[in-house]
């Protein structure tokens, strides 16, 4: 059996483990070795991942071999056959997509298609706001939203019917040339949904910069999409929103 050394290398990541998933239903049951070509590819694409800078100096870092263990890991959880060194991630990503290749396809395309953008954004992500989507998504959305363009044509788009005002607490712009400094756009849809396509100005939500920190804390706090209107529920002091309050994205 090949040997890893993968002693001291970072827990692998939902991303991480959303893509080696993909790998292990394209595989159909059978598991490859590290020798396997599509193990190599994972192997050199989460070595180039934004994150885990320095482990991914090392050696040993997602080597090959360390890949085909990983879908010996993810066999086990999905047949009880397999190696049984099955981490907590492992079960968390298995109880979320099961049985379900299509959607985890969609999903590690996902993924790959923001870690050039995470690249290119050149900077962690706070933990503390990573939504539940994963650390590649989560950097993908905030560079997005952080478009000049986009925000200038949010503001023009809010000015024509009146002052610029946050949608989530309601403050207005300070009376001044530099009121609208504190308006961000938040896009409203769902990452999932927001990757699949060109951002539109419904897509949009204008909020200030302290409740746009706040929607996206609490995002990655109750670990699902949240709507402007549950958002407003938590504001007011509710921890738990209900989903059926879910008015407005």
């Known amino acids: 059996m090949a040997v890893t050394h993968g002693h001291g290398n970072p827990k692998w990541t939902r991303d991480e483990t959303i893509l080696a998933l993909d790998l292990y239903f394209d595989c159909s049951g059978t598991i490859p070795s590290g020798q396997d070509e599509r193990v190599q590819t994972l192997s050199q694409l989460l070595r180039a991942l934004p994150f885990h800078d320095l482990a991914s100096r090392k050696e040993s870092f997602r080597n090959p071999d360390g890949v085909a263990f990983k879908l010996q890991n993810l066999r086990q959880v999905a047949t009880g056959k397999g190696?049984?060194?099955v981490s907590k991630m492992d079960r968390i990503v298995w109880q979320e997509f099961e049985d379900n290749?299509?959607?985890t396809k969609k999903q590690a395309n996902l993924i790959k298609a923001g870690i050039e953008i995470a690249e290119m954004a050149g900077e962690d992500v706070d933990e503390d706001l990573e939504f539940a989507e994963g650390r590649v998504l989560t950097e993908a959305h905030k560079r997005r939203e952080?478009?000049?363009n986009l925000?200038?044509?949010l503001l023009?788009?809010?000015r024509k019917t009146g002052p610029l005002s946050c949608d989530l607490c309601g403050c207005f712009e300070a009376e001044s040339e530099f009121g609208e400094a504190i308006f961000e756009a938040h896009h409203i849809l769902p990452l999932a949904d927001s990757e699949e396509r060109k951002t539109k100005l419904k897509d949009?939500?204008?909020l200030c910069?302290?409740?746009h920190r706040i929607i996206h804390r609490a995002i990655s706090f109750h670990k699902r999409w949240l709507t402007i209107s549950e958002a407003k529920i938590i504001l007011r002091g509710n921890q738990?929103?209900?989903k059926s309050d879910a008015g407005d994205r």
């Open 83 to 85: 190696l049984g060194n």
């Open 151 to 153: 925000r200038r044509k």
């Open 101 to 103: 290749p299509v959607k």
């Open 146 to 148: 952080r478009s000049p």
């Open 204 to 206: 949009l939500a204008l």
């Open 156 to 158: 023009a788009k809010r």
């Open 240 to 242: 738990e929103p209900n």
């Open 209 to 211: 910069a302290n409740c």
